[in-house]
């Protein structure tokens, strides 16, 4: 009972650090993370780059370890002094968590390099960004669902004309109504790549309609959400 | 006379059923019809991939065999649950609804493959965001003839400028002043293809003036359908 | 004295025919020359075309002739019904109706075609949506300037910044800070031709600060003639 | 002491002109300086140009000369006339000033031409368009901070997405995570260069996802800067 008082008292001790912003030593404990966080990120990025000699990778290797280490340590510490640990643990962020250390683990640091990219999303939890997209995106929910439907209506439709018209002149681009697609969702967010463009003057005719109309009804989804994310300041 | 009540009946029975949201079954048919056109959708789409085999197209032909059939059943039930079927025959949906099945008919499912696609079209009977458009459409119908007309104008006098520049230095580019119409719809939508672009110092400066009138002409008939579109939010 | 009379009452008589749009005369002759400038229009662009026939070609230089004269008759009759024609000489319209007719003259319907494009500004006398242009930009006149200005500077910053970066990279390519220019134009309006781009590791950093810093200040002078042209409609 | 008050009258009687532009005289020197900028900024320009003859280099030599001159004069000048000397020199257009023609006398005018782009900086001293970004910067500086790391997240992750999809299909385009930013970046502006786009299928439906999400956080900041832009006008 003494010791489990001492155990108590070391949670109670801890929990504010690991929990709030508002101590000192919250803040700190929020940078070594963070920093962490961006220390992974940037290494993981490093690590794609092809031309890497053996003895920067093992550099980055033993980065990697200690990383993972001190990931590890954070995820127990977290679990610990939680009061309800089975409800971290399947919450959006304690997934985060868990995804950001179980790969190393159980392949040994092997081929699922790529999931550590899920790490980024550790630094969410201290983003005051994530909570206003959370607002926008609850306020103007119902009206994404009716934009983003007409907006995929618009895309279909546009893929159906651009193959129709162009898929005899260009049957190696223009190969099924997917292509189609890809052209849609490129030009109507006036990406424009270049890869994919009609060259018959019915596809051209096509085209400028689809952008008169189009280009207002692909839009409004993002306007949408630009607008609500401005609106939700004043309330954050 | 007896044999007419129960068709009467039998009628009254069905209508809210097909023409209503409100009734549990109601909702039921509409699910139904709508995952139909989907799922007609998805299987035109898979059809114009090239690279299926024989057995695979089997399984699309009966698929869009028993898609006619229920769609030719809910046309006749629709028709007769209808209090003025010239009425309905001739309406917009009346008419998307023929044109779902007359192809199939007229040539056995032979070439007017690409006529399916109208089917898409079916489900904006179901769409919220359609009735918005429409009134967004008309709140803004002045404006945007206006505002289109001044559009097409800047395009076409773009188009004639580019051509008189580009012309001379790239002959098998800009032919004619159609692909002058093609580059300005283009360049003044920001798409930016790259599949013709202007080569010589005098196209280029001529490019330079175009989009820094151009841009704020083109983008208004967009950016008043959008804002138009969530001002109606409020009134439905 | 009794000649002079009738002259003064044919004008006085063809006056509102030409000058307004109220009496249903007058709207008939607007529709006419509307529909003469639309020909001439269509028949310049089609003329452009590379591949047409000796015959198709008769035809379009008949329709040039007919219509440079009945473009010769309105102008002497604007003239003649003017109460001030000196005005009308060198007022806006009164200078796009000479250039419409003059070059054929001058080369017998020679080299000049180019400059028949032109007549195209004759349908601004009959828009409505060049009052509110003019009167948009009157209202941010002062606006545009500075932000023009701007605009400009980031432009040339940009193409500065982009040709160290790749001139040595590109020497071909970024052959001047003219060329960076036309990248920056191409860029900042993000039309993205895909003629230009850096391919240095220097020169992508770059252009990804240009974009995130320029994108906003470019987009800053069309957005504000964009959301004036919607104020103006309720002055209009 | 009458010596000294000479120059306290000099003085007095000078800096109203570099200091102020409600005088005359003061708007006369503000507008030979800025012609001196234009013509610098003109004359780097043409200097970049690759075939300039002999002749044309030795005009440039001398206007760039003489223009160094002109601006340690204005640098002297304004130092002289200024209460505090060491203020000016520290400050943001002190050091511009200084910049502008210090690298011609640390090289004699040698391989550090580039830093002549600098003095295209010197005209913001002139240009009201900066105050107001300055106003609208502070404004929303918060804003700023929160979209734009919500941006730089969004194009971290796509461009982490875009490797593991396209890596293994173009080993030689997206060689490493650096060139999935180089693609995020074109792609969420909708630049689109051209030069890398997604060729597989799980690749091009990643990339309709991130347009789908992306367009709306990218566009934020942007958008914040312009309407921001537009509120502080009221108050300049």
Redesign the interface.
């Known amino acids: 009972m003494h010791r489990g008082n001492i155990v108590r008292d070391l949670r109670a001790l801890i929990r504010p650090i690991i929990e709030s912003r508002e101590t000192p030593a919250g803040r700190v404990f929020d940078w070594v993370i963070q920093s962490m966080i961006l220390v992974s990120?940037v290494s993981?990025?490093i690590e794609?780059?092809?031309e890497r000699s053996e003895a920067f990778y093992a550099v980055l290797r033993s980065i990697e370890i200690s990383l993972v280490a001190i990931f590890t340590c954070e995820y127990f510490v977290r679990l610990w002094v939680e009061k309800r640990p089975w409800k971290f643990i399947f919450s959006f962020y304690g997934l985060v968590d868990l995804i950001s250390i179980l790969p190393f683990y159980l392949t040994m640091g092997g081929d699922l390099r790529?999931l550590r990219?899920i790490r980024?999303l550790k630094?969410?939890r201290y983003?005051?960004?994530m909570n206003?997209?959370r607002l926008a995106f609850i306020e103007i929910r119902a009206?994404l669902a009716?934009?983003?439907?007409?907006s995929l209506?618009v895309i279909?439709?546009a893929a159906?004309?651009i193959?129709?018209f162009e898929?005899p002149a260009q049957?190696e681009i223009f190969?099924?109504?997917?292509d189609g697609?890809?052209w849609a969702?490129?030009?109507l967010?006036?990406?424009?790549?270049?890869?994919v463009?009609p060259i018959t003057?019915g596809g051209?005719t096509f085209?400028?309609l689809v952008?008169?109309v189009g280009?207002?009804?692909v839009?409004?989804?993002?306007?949408?959400?630009?607008?609500s994310?401005?609106r939700v300041?004043d309330k954050d």
Chains 1, 2, 3, 4 share one sequence.
């Open positions: 990120v993981y990025t794609t780059m092809p790529a990219a980024m630094i969410l983003s005051r960004a206003r997209f009206e009716v934009f983003g439907l007409a209506l279909y439709l159906v004309g193959y129709i898929n049957p190969r099924s109504v997917f697609i890809w969702v490129a030009t967010t006036t990406v424009g790549y270049g890869d463009y003057t051209k085209t400028f952008l008169a280009l207002g009804v839009a409004v989804p993002s306007a949408l959400l630009a607008s994310l401005s300041r």
